[in-house]
């Protein structure tokens, strides 16, 4: 396979992949200047399973000085310690000295770490074994034979599609919470059972599972929910008792009863609602956040089978997660939205008016989404996706748009230097005032857009204002 470097031969059944291209370079100059170098980690494991592999992690006995000399154009991640070296187009390739843990505090990262000269070493240090196979060689052994180096046996788990800690369960989760998240992650992700020994330890080690840092949290949210059936992570987080350290508000939906049918509680009418979306937009992640944070402001307000508020409250409540879990704002500000505005309740009764007033408050941008969140919400109701007359609806609001209407200050006719020269009105909040009620009108009815009619409105207006300021006053001296 092109420039790429194949390992020696088939082992146990399983073929090693090939090195890509960009990464094989790097390998190269590592092993001229007398360094053992490896391909380790996710790409690997994604690579022997046939899943596209990216970011590719190359292990070396080459401390990071050393490889910073070997490689003039790399930067050097102080905080985590890789060197990342640019390679082909636009790939980089994180390159990390061989290393072991050592002492571990608050169930997060170590204190410090030390190098290593030994691929067993770093390899022992890694969380699961499909994770800590390496394929590579020393600077010595023979070019032409690359070694897959595999003490914990991670092929077999590969075969077996199986998650497995390394080394005593237990002791493993103890020192990192983060690998209790991450096998949840993977397992989804991989479509890996996790094995029973370190699912009980997971279940052992869920409470430390509080000091997860909340970005690390929103970094494999995303990856959680970017699979064609994210209930299952889920699901997996509830049973392992990961769900209420990490996500207290979701876990407060467990057992909370509400009209939707016999047996399905709160939290699975989300995880239906969320599959829903998943299957509807695959891979829109704004909207899967939306479908899993939609009710989440049930919980605070339930009351006798009604949660009056809850679109409110919860979008709240999804406000202070997303910051919290540093999700980009222009996302979280779309996720935020689709939850405010998710109770649509559209009737075929509706006015014109009252369609362009719903792409007005929502946004012609976020409707879209809403709309298909509401398909979910039905989906997750047990109802048929268009209930409630969804598809009239996103018919009526694309005749609209065809249609042109104004929507925002923008379209209007005239704008504030109108009002200033023909009205004499000041900028100010006077001005941003009428401007907002022209659109309103304009909205209501769009064929008053024209420009001496809303100027005409204004000056009524603004007559009708000065006489009841005036009786008002009871001013006897004009
Ligand atoms: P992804 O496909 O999401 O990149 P990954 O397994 O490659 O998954 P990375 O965060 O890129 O995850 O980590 C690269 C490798 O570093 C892992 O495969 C694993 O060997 C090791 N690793 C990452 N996080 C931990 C951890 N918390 N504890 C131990 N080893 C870890
Ligand atoms: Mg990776």
Redesign the pocket.
Known sequence: MGGGVDAASPQDGIVAPSIPEHVTPILARLWSSGHAAYV????L??AFIGRPA??W?VATDARPDRLLALFPDAHYENRFGTVQVPAGDREIV?VTTFRR?MAYRDHR?PDHVEFSDSIAEDLA????TV??IALGRTAEAPAALLELVDPFDGRADLTARRLRAVGVPEE?FEE?A??LL?AV??AT?LGFVIDPMTLTAMRSAAPHATTISPERVGQELR?MLAVPEPSGGFRMLAETGLLAPIFPLLAQQIGLEQRKGPGVDLWEHTLRTLDAAARLAPGDITLALAALLHDVGKPETAGDGHFIGHDVVGAHRAAGLLRRMAVPRREADAVVDLVRWHMVGYRSQWTDAAVRRLIQKVGRDTLPRLLTLCEADNIGSGKPGDSGGIDELRARIAAELERGVPLTLRDLAVDGDDLQESCGVAPGPLMGSLLDRLLEAVIADPARNERETLLADVRSWLAVDADSSGTQAGSGDR
Not at 40 to 43: D, F, I, S
Not at 125 to 128: E, H, I, K, L, S
């Open positions: 380790v980690g996710g790409a494991r994604d990216t970011d992690d994180e843990d990262r240090r890694r969380d699961f994770n800590a493993r990192d983060l690998r991450r992650r993977l992700q990856k």
